[in-house]
């Protein structure tokens, strides 16, 4: 099932992907209740909502669709559209939540929040930051591949250059990628220092981060 909403330019455009039409159309309303945020697409599958040719400024997955897809596959298919990525689940289920942290989701919310509290997700994933909930940091923190920060050579490329004082057009245009692409790195970079309780919201933040585990050489002290 796939709905539009007419468009607002100042307003973050949000895709929804829930098979539970009641809870679809509750977490979309609340959506759209702020002046902020829009949803102009809902679907049951992630490959309803790519389906509907819809830009995206973030995207809301049910966990757990009755398709049979897991987060892993969902979230990989969703990389198609440069956005982050908000899960949101009753949190029964910490496998499947140390399955879409791994997979590069951008956080996590529960169903049963107070609707400030999914807003709030919402807009800190369209901002490029970690939603880390109290279910989220749980799950993670019981997952020992989240240890150490492992980035994969682009993604450490694209630390570096960022730690340098490197924009992200600049970075874009110094490794032939788009800007979307090098965005999407750094949130994937940030997730993956959230999960390990290393936190880098900030650029100064990402310095740090790369300064610690040896990307960037320090700055000589004169």
Known sequence: MSTGTSEVTAQARIGIVDDHPAVMVGV?????HEPDMCVVATA???SELIATGQSFDGVMLDLLLA????????IASLGSLNVPVLVYTSGDRPALVREAARAG???MVRKSEEPGEIVEAVRLVVR???AAS????????????????????????????????ETAVRVAQLLFISRETVLDHIRRIRVK????????????DL???????GIVAPIPQI
């Open 134 to 165: 109290a279910d989220w940091a749980a799950a993670i923190e019981s997952d020992p591949q989240f240890v150490p920060v492992q980035l994969s050579p682009r993604e450490a490329e694209i630390l570096g250059h960022c730690a340098a004082g």
């Open 28 to 32: 979309a309303t609340i959506v759209n």
């Open 193 to 204: 220092y959230a999960a390990a309780k290393r936190p880098a919201p900030t650029k100064i």
């Open 44 to 46: 049951a599958s992630v």
């Open 207 to 213: 310095y740090q981060r790369a300064l610690e585990d």
């Open 67 to 74: 398709d049979g897809s897991t987060p892993t596959e969902n």
């Open 128 to 130: 490029g930051e970690v």
């Open 105 to 107: 989701a951008a956080g």
